[in-house]
């Protein structure tokens, strides 16, 4: 009898176990578009923007939520392409080189992008939410310096 509970109990948990590791791999596929990426909406939060603010730029953040996954993508792609080569102990300086600068265009596209998102934002903005802005873009920048900005 009890052999028989034990089995039902595995049966059971196993059961269980591959219902959440299927509802996990679907979820996965399943990417919800949102209008904005998260990061937008976070930074429209920062600067307390209004709802009407937040309106108007709808369609600007719809334009860059297009953009942005596949920079992203390009720029993760191109780090693993990086440590790849230097985790190789055959790959050559220039092959090392050569994925350092497909890395560094990556970040770069990145950061136009992320540079033209900002100025068309800043034109639905008060002065005061101007300054927030560039201020922790100026911080940002400044880390990423590794010092003040």
């Not at 578009?33 to 307390?48: I, M, T």
């Not at 942005?68 to 790959?91: F, T, Y």
């Amino acid at each position: 009898m009890r052999k028989r509970w034990l089995i039902l109990f595995l049966i059971l948990a196993a059961l269980g176990v591959v219902s959440y590791a299927a509802t996990r791999a679907i979820q996965s596929r399943q990417c919800p578009r949102a209008s904005a990426p998260h990061s937008f909406r976070k930074l429209q939060s920062y600067l307390e923007l209004t709802p009407d603010q937040r309106k108007a730029m709808a369609e600007i953040d719809e334009k860059y939520a297009e953009i942005r996954p596949r920079l992203h993508q390009k720029l993760w792609e191109a780090g693993e392409e990086l440590i790849s080569v230097l985790h190789d102990p055959n790959s050559t300086m220039e092959e090392a080189k050569a994925a350092a600068r497909k890395f560094g265009a990556a970040q770069q596209e990145m950061q136009l992008n992320t540079i033209s998102y900002t100025y068309e934002l800043r034109k639905h903005l008060t002065t005061a939410q101007r300054e927030k802005l560039i201020s922790t873009m100026g911080r940002g920048m400044g880390a990423l310096a590794g010092g003040p900005p």
